[in-house]
């Protein structure tokens, strides 16, 4: 009786404190895929607009705060990235600035002190402009999503680098595709690349709009917001060793979002999105409040070292620790696919001929002041659980994460990748910048948290919080 009422009370908690939980954002049905006929895939020939200026003349932080968008692993894009490359040598500039003229005497972003001119800061935002219109941070969005939807469906969708808006708010017509045997276009736009932070603290964003457009008559089939949204930084870093931290973020970027848009145009199906890990004995306080719950796949093992300290862990950073595990060469494990709930009355239907379920792992080693490594990765596993086939270093830190993939109606399906439910964060609708502290408030209630909280599970992006990770000995 006190587990089901345990339960009870935390559905309740959720489902009243998430952005509305039937608002969350729900991919195509099969039929609707399926009438969208032969695709290709168009991005957009303009630049995404940016905030880097702003906070190079020292006025932009607190206006940019507002900036991004909230709806939002392994690496992706082409090797214009390397270090050296045009990249560093557009930005880095720009960063230096930044990290020289946006701090206040207190070190921390003053948002008011204009470091140089209009004119001159006219001119370099015209310079960055040209210089983000030379990255093609479109078409390289574009040329990942094409990658990854080979990759993860066996599917290929031509490329057509000149066929989509040339300017924002523009409509291309694209019925002439008809002539190329196009039934629908999958539109690539990249509306905004920058920072959002407060005082010694930045996070990079990028904002991008997935749409879906019916060939014969333009009409739109499908559109929906992805934003991928960078841990935390000291500012001074992003401008450091020719930016590279800003560069590995940006490939980050599009490799995460070019997953997530293929899972939630391609891949998803109207399955519960959430999980919850095996438990012995009666729920706890603890687990209620996040210590048990799983978006996609929910570990098995390592067990998970969940610590909750709302008082001396306010952002939420060490609330999940790593375990030690026994070897160099741990088996990971984590839930079998279908689920409990897969196969309840209201899903079985849906999951009726469901075929060849096959799993992916990855592990990505923990970097410090860096996004994480992907060092181990292992696709179509026939079973849920892996041992690593290499020693990995010792004493060291490591996230992972799994998912499913499997057959069902002549097309390829996946569940999300994995990870823990907690912590959540704060963030109103799906237009909501997320907020880069999660609030202890989030699990227990409005009257704490102030706001509603955002279930990661909504996310276009895990969080490095939110994953399942281990250490060795």
Request: glycine fraction near 8%.
């Amino acid at each position: 009786m006190r587990q089901r009422l345990l339960y009870a009370l935390r559905c309740w908690l959720l489902c009243s404190l998430l952005s509305g939980c039937a608002d969350l954002p729900v991919p195509p049905a099969e039929p609707v895929r399926s009438g969208w006929g032969t695709q290709v895939i168009v991005p957009a020939q303009y630049p995404p607009t940016s905030n880097i200026l702003s906070f190079a003349v020292g006025k932009g932080a607190g206006a940019a705060k507002g900036a991004a968008a909230g709806t939002a692993v392994g690496l992706a894009g082409a090797g214009m990235f390397a270090a050296g490359g045009p990249f560093a040598v557009v930005l880095a500039p720009y960063l230096a600035v930044a990290m020289a003229t946006g701090m206040g005497a207190t070190g921390a972003y003053g948002g008011s002190q204009a470091a140089i001119s209009e004119q001159d800061a006219a001119a370099m935002d015209a310079h960055i402009q040209r210089n983000l219109a030379i990255l093609e941070v479109p078409g390289t969005l574009a040329r990942a999503i094409e990658d990854t939807l080979t990759q993860d469906t066996g599917r290929q969708l031509p490329l057509l680098a000149e066929a989509g808006p040339t300017m924002p708010e523009s409509k291309p017509d694209y019925r002439a595709l008809v002539q190329q045997g196009a039934d629908s276009v999958l539109e690539v736009v990249v509306s905004e690349v920058g920072f959002i932070g407060e005082h010694t603290q930045m996070q990079f964003y990028l904002q991008a709009t997935i749409r879906v457009v019916r060939v014969s008559d333009d009409s739109p089939l499908y559109q929906r917001e992805f934003v991928y949204q960078s841990d935390e930084y000291e500012a001074q870093r992003w401008g450091e060793n020719q930016a590279a931290l800003f560069e590995a973020e940006l490939q980050r970027a599009y490799a995460s979002l070019a997953e997530s848009v293929v899972e939630q145009v391609f891949l998803l199906t109207p399955l519960q999105l959430e999980s919850k890990a095996s438990t012995s004995g009666e729920a706890s306080l603890k687990d209620l409040l996040g210590g048990q719950a799983a978006c996609g796949l929910a570990w098995v093992s390592p067990a998970h070292d969940f610590q909750l300290d709302f008082w001396g862990d306010v952002h939420h950073r060490n609330m999940h620790r790593f375990p030690i595990v026994a070897s160099r060469q741990p088996t990971l494990a984590w839930e079998a696919f279908p689920r409990k709930q897969d196969r309840g009355t209201d899903a079985r239907a849906g999951l009726s001929g469901l075929s060849n379920v096959r799993y992916d792992l990855r592990v990505w080693q923990v970097l410090d002041n860096a996004p994480p490594r992907l060092i181990y990765q292992r696709r179509d596993l026939p079973a849920s659980s892996h041992t690593l086939e290499q020693p990995l270093a010792p004493q060291s830190r490591y996230f992972w994460s799994a998912r499913a993939r499997f057959d069902l109606a002549g097309a390829v399906h996946s569940t999300k990748w994995g990870c823990f439910r907690a912590p959540y964060y704060l963030a109103g609708g799906i237009r909501d910048r997320i907020k880069p502290d999660p609030s202890p408030g989030a699990v227990i209630g409005p009257f704490l948290a102030g706001v509603a909280p955002r279930d990661v599970c909504t996310l276009d992006f895990i969080p490095t919080r939110n994953y399942y990770r281990f250490q060795t000995p």
